[in-house]
């Protein structure tokens, strides 16, 4: 069976946790702390959408990465400031959903990011395990979404670039 670990087990990675160990294809465990391991702990993984609740056995949960052991894939689903925790887990692959429809330009989300944003938040993911891996999924405005490819793909070479992107 497939260990998956589920690093930042808050909205979205509570949400993906909970439907992965209740699919029965991976044991699913979590490095998490505070309240969120306490629950974890307690009553496993947990999801409600509408009347439904859907429950599953958290495989392991742990605030400490060595307790753990060995995960197949670990996704990340944290705040800048948890990165220390996952550079100690050290992971095979890191595998990251690049979505770009935060920029300021999107016209669905517009959280206010500009193209250095996405480059610096690649910077800090360089040298955690075998990757980063980026996999394209999301970015409405075109312009908006050249410049930060462009400006990511640039963090991932480790070269520094002279361009200014949108």
Do not use: N
């Amino acid at each position: 069976m497939l260990k998956v670990c589920v690093v930042g087990a808050g909205a979205i990675g509570g949400f993906l946790g909970t439907r992965l160990a209740a699919a029965g294809e991976a044991s699913v465990a979590a490095l998490a702390r505070g309240a969120t391991l306490v629950a974890l702990r307690d009553h496993g993984w947990r999801l409600q959408e509408g009347a439904t609740l859907l429950q599953a056995p958290a495989a392991t949960a742990s605030d400490d990465p060595h307790a753990l052991g060995p995960q197949d894939l670990i996704i990340l689903t944290v705040k800048g400031q948890a990165l220390p925790a996952l550079r100690d887990f050290d992971p095979g692959l890191l595998l990251v959903s690049a979505g770009f429809d935060a920029h300021a330009a999107d016209p669905l989300c517009q959280l206010g990011l500009r193209a250095d944003a996405f480059a610096t938040m690649t910077r800090e993911l360089r040298g955690t395990g075998a990757g980063p891996v980026m996999v394209l999924e999301g970015g409405y405005d075109l312009t908006a979404l050249r410049g930060s490819v462009a400006a990511t793909l640039a963090a991932l070479s480790w070269a520094v670039s002279v361009h200014r992107f949108p």
